[in-house]
């Protein structure tokens, strides 16, 4: 199943995959929203560019009785969550690492929902001491196994390479550097958004293609049925 728009300027989700207080994340979603305003795309409006912050969303941890597979949701905040990522044909997941992982609140957000995320493209940046490579590592096949298209390019930021702690007390954990990424960091964002646009494009490409020969409906109806017949079966861990 492909959730992607087909009409219209293709809308990016720039995810902040973190909710602490004193986190980096907003900074550096706003980093990279900058950088992609000079895109030839962006410049002809062809995409926008939007921030999904999740600790705006306030999600609880996962309480939906029924799996996310069969779209049956329970509770207001799921449905609001529902829409919020309905809305957008590709998504950027900024997130720092976390004792070698993603951040809770970004993993449960992305449990709770399925068809939503299923055909679109994700870029994953990371940012950490070392990058946050291994963040990008456990959240790729996360991504991939709620069907979306995960791209190759990663981007990945160090604290102590691409921010300036100039002034900054080095010995407070909460010291806010400002960020400044080298110049191949910024090409590597726009490298992202040409392969997020490249795939969204192709994807409507192929959604017309299969309007025009029934095809679209087959499938469809094929993903529904095996969804069900998955799902009949007891769902161990769920």
């Given amino acids: 199943m492909n959730g992607t728009r087909q009409h219209g300027p293709i809308k990016v989700g720039l995810v902040v995959g973190s909710s602490r207080p004193g986190r ?28 999904v912050d999740l600790a705006e969303q306030r999600l609880p941890m996962l309480d939906e009785p ?22 957008y044909d590709a998504f950027v997941f900024v997130t720092p690492e976390y004792n070698s992982s993603v951040p809770a609140v970004l ?14 493209p994700a870029g994953v940046l990371t940012y950490g001491v070392r990058g946050g490579g291994r963040a990008a590592e456990h959240l790729r096949p996360i991504l991939a196994e709620v069907g979306m298209e995960v791209l190759p390019t990663h981007v990945e930021l160090g604290l102590f390479t691409d921010f300036d702690w ?10 806010d550097g400002r960020i400044s990424p080298g110049e191949d960091r910024a090409a590597m964002i726009t490298a992202m958004l040409t392969e997020l646009l490249a795939a969204v494009r192709e994807h409507r490409v192929g959604h017309r293609a299969d309007l025009a020969t029934g095809a679209g409906e087959a499938a469809d109806l094929t993903t529904g049925a095996e969804m069900a017949g998955r799902d009949a079966v007891p769902a161990v861990g769920r």
């Fill in 24 to 51: 980096r994340g907003p900074t550096v979603a706003g980093w990279v929203a900058e950088t992609t305003v000079g895109h030839p795309a962006a410049r002809a409006g062809e995409v926008t560019i939007e921030l």
């Fill in 66 to 87: 029924v799996p996310a597979r069969f779209g049956d949701y329970r509770h207001d905040h799921t449905r609001r969550w529902s829409t919020v990522v309905a809305a």
């Fill in 107 to 120: 993993k449960n957000a992305i449990d709770y929902l399925d068809a939503e995320w299923r055909g679109k």
């Fill in 166 to 175: 100039t002034g900054a007390d080095r010995s407070d954990p909460t010291a």
